[in-house]
């Protein structure tokens, strides 16, 4: 198995909901990673968790909330969001979590916030 | 602020032809050097790394790296129209375990 699987793929939620994002990969990968990439943008780093700890958040809202349950897993729990926050939600694991290994990315999650 | 700089684009190449992907950065202690692919609403896709200098032959992939003049590119050969997509370059500074992405290049190939 070499994927990154996310779910969902597609998601639209009011203001006032609350939903969770879904990231599972079984490479054994020690390191997992929340990116949000808007059109014509690269991808910018949310949070980091290494070893299943929470390793980097950056300065994201707490509105984002991130969890680790286990290594094979990472949910983003998303509540009272803003319309500026429709986004494509990147899962992406790596080996080792030292960087030089690169990234396994999931294939996402499409966001709209109405 | 390290930054990763890449021409937005669109590069447009006929068929065929060999493309050519330019990045430099700032940081000159940067060590790994990442090439990723998205196609369009799709997600990015490690197509290549390099750490030394010279060249990485990959297929019809080849990176080329030259650290004293900080760049890093992708020449794709026998370019096709399935190769369109952005490429987007990431590179890992040193002492650092999160790479810094451009803002990516657009890459058109037409029949």
């Known amino acids: 198995d070499t994927e990154v699987t996310q779910t969902p793929k597609h998601l639209v939620m009011g203001m006032t909901n609350k939903k969770s994002l879904k990231c599972e990969q079984h490479?054994?990968?020690?390191?997992m990673y929340w990116y949000k990439q808007k059109a014509k943008k690269p991808p910018e780093l949310m949070f980091v968790?290494?070893?299943?700890?929470?390793?980097i958040n950056e300065s994201v809202p707490s509105r984002f909330s991130p969890e680790c349950p286990n290594s094979s897993l990472l949910n983003l729990h998303l509540h009272a969001l803003q319309p500026e926050d429709s986004a494509l939600y990147l899962c992406?694991?790596?080996?080792?979590?030292?960087?030089?290994?690169?990234?396994?990315f999931g294939s996402g999650t499409r966001l709209t916030v109405v | 602020q390290k930054e990763v700089e890449q021409n937005s684009g669109p590069l447009s190449v006929p068929e065929g032809a060999i493309a050519s992907l330019n990045c430099t950065y700032s940081?000159?202690?940067?060590?790994?050097f990442f090439w990723y692919r998205q196609y369009s609403g799709k997600s990015p896709e490690l197509i290549m790394f390099?750490?030394?200098?010279g060249d990485k032959e990959d297929g019809r992939f080849t990176a080329q790296l030259n650290k004293a003049s900080q760049y890093v590119s992708l020449l794709i050969r026998d370019s096709q129209p399935s190769d369109s997509a952005t490429y987007l370059c990431?590179?890992?500074?040193?002492?650092?375990?999160?790479?810094?992405f451009g803002r990516g290049t657009s890459l058109i190939v037409h029949p």
């Open positions: 940081d000159r202690g940067s060590q790994s």
């Open positions: 390099i750490y030394s200098n």
């Open positions: 990431a590179v890992l500074s040193g002492g650092s375990y999160i790479p810094t």
């Open positions: 992406a694991s790596s080996q080792t979590g030292t960087g030089f290994d690169g990234y396994t």
């Open positions: 968790y290494s070893y299943e700890k929470l390793s």
């Open positions: 490479m054994g990968h020690r390191a």
